[in-house]
């Protein structure tokens, strides 16, 4: 580890600290990036119980899920990376036009500088390690900036991150609006931000100042539609499964259920024994059941429990901040529960005669950031491929899209812009530049 921990350094230095790093080129080589990858690699599984008690005490996350979602997503994330990064930076040819002869041609990666990397609590270790790990492998310098709603786990991260990695060139800084506020005033060369559109806006704004690029990873409602032809039984498993975890707190999350009369009711009792299944008759005694992030979140999702017919959970315990899983019934389109993202155990479904009205459900809404399909036939998944847009699409399976290495990972319009995981960070965090080479004119 390293013995160089700045204390408390003021914003505007540490970024101008960064920078001179940066700037003599010590990031650039492959060797640096794939040391950092190694130690961050390290920072991971030397830490793995530290790591797991701080997201215990932020959100009562069971130690498997913390591993599996948390700690080992970034595991695989820099194994992927280190695999395949000198692939990925190969300069890539072109070919040139006639009337350049003797020229060739090709683009090669640049790191951008110095990138801010901006952080919530809901995935704390994932969300603020995979971008920097990205940041990392293009050869930038990086700010990490971690949620203070996750206070356990930011500060395990800033004792850590430091202590890990090559502290000229990465720094933690901790805190609230305050401190992002301050960061944001700062000029950097990418900012890339995870949360809700309200702060997505005050990013871009801030960044507009420096025509700093900025990634958007932010949320929305994800829809689900369930078509007749297919299993109640084992698509509740899979909704349970996805919509559950970590307590309904995750971005691309099931949000919402669109199904024909007949399968919501089928689906509904499927849902409630899935429910029991999965976390028994009392999920608040479940060593695996989240809580809920704070009280001003846990009063939010109450507040929605009022739209609909609970099929199952509906209770609750401010003090634990628990809300059971919960599934509702009788859900009109104009309900609460469907006016903002949930992001919570709560699980509404709403009947539509069948995939013509889901897609235009679909559509008349904010572009998601996820949208998942379960139909066994072929024309319904094509026509919800082709005529819906969401940041990803799965069918049959929600959430594990974002588990393959190889698919880009980011909303579109009201859900983000911009993506990343493997090679797409290092397209986010590097500049493609485009190089003519001439054979110069030898002296006479
Ligand atoms: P949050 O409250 O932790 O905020 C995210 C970050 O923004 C924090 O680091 C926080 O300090 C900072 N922040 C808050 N207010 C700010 C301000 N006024 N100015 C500058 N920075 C500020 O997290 P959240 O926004 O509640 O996260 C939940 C949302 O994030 C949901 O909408 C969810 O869908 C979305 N999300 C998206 C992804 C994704 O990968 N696309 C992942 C997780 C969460």
Redesign the pocket.
């Known amino acids: 580890m390293n013995d160089h921990v700045p204390a408390a350094e003021p914003i505007g230095a540490l970024v101008a600290r960064l920078r001179d790093t940066f700037r003599t080129g010590r990031t650039r080589p492959l060797e640096w990036r794939t040391a950092q990858l190694h130690r961050l690699r390290a920072l991971l599984t030397e830490n793995r119980a530290d790591l797991a008690e701080a997201l215990r005490a932020d959100l009562g996350k069971g130690e498997q899920e913390a591993q599996r979602t948390d700690v080992d997503f970034v595991v695989r994330e820099i194994d992927h990376t280190l695999e395949h990064l000198a692939e990925w930076l190969r300069p890539e040819p072109a070919p040139v036009p006639a009337h350049l002869g003797g020229a060739v041609a090709r683009t090669q990666y640049d790191p951008l500088g110095v990138v801010l990397v901006?952080?919530?609590?809901?995935?704390?270790v994932q969300?603020l390690l995979t971008p920097v790990a990205g940041a990392l492998a293009a050869g930038n310098a990086v700010v990490a900036?971690?949620?203070?709603?996750?206070p356990a786990t930011s500060a395990v991260l800033a004792r850590l991150l430091p202590a890990y990695l090559d502290s000229d060139a990465v720094a933690v800084v901790e805190?609230?609006?305050a401190?992002?506020?301050e960061?944001?005033a700062q000029r950097f060369d990418h900012v890339f931000?995870?949360?809700?559109?309200?702060?997505?806006r005050?990013?871009m704004r801030?960044a507009a100042e420096h025509l700093t690029p900025v990634t958007?990873?932010?949320?929305?409602k994800s829809p689900v539609f369930v078509d007749r032809d297919t299993d109640p039984e084992e698509v509740a498993r899979r909704l349970v499964a996805g919509k559950f975890l970590n307590a309904g707190?995750?971005?691309?999350?099931p949000d919402y259920v669109l199904a024909d009369p007949a399968t919501a009711a089928a689906l509904a009792q499927a849902l409630a024994a899935a429910v029991e299944d999965r976390y028994g008759a009392d999920p608040a005694a479940a060593p695996h059941y989240s809580r809920i992030?704070n009280e001003r979140?846990f009063d939010r999702l109450v507040g929605l429990l009022g739209s609909g017919r609970a099929v199952v959970g509906g209770g609750h315990d401010r003090a634990e901040r628990y809300l059971a899983p919960t599934v509702l019934t009788g859900v009109a389109p104009d309900a609460p529960v469907m006016q903002e993202?949930i992001?919570g155990p709560i699980l509404p479904i709403l009947e539509v005669a069948g995939p013509d009205e889901a897609i235009a459900f679909v559509n008349g809404r904010e572009k998601p950031?996820a949208l998942y399909v379960f139909s066994g036939s072929a024309q319904v998944r094509r026509r919800f491929a082709e005529e819906t847009s969401s940041?990803g699409l799965g069918f049959g399976l929600p959430l594990a899209h974002?588990t393959v290495p190889d698919l880009p990972?980011?909303?579109v319009g009201e859900?983000?812009m911009g993506s990343y995981h493997g090679r797409y960070s290092i397209e986010t965090f590097s500049h493609r530049k485009a190089v003519l080479e001439e054979p110069a004119p030898a002296a006479c």
């Open positions: 901006i952080a919530p609590w809901n995935y704390p969300l900036k971690p949620s203070e709603l996750a805190g609230g609006v401190e992002t506020t960061l944001l931000y995870t949360g809700n559109g309200a702060v997505g005050v990013v801030a958007l990873e932010l949320g929305g707190q995750t971005c691309v999350a992030v979140h993202e992001f950031l940041g974002l990972f980011g909303g859900s983000g």
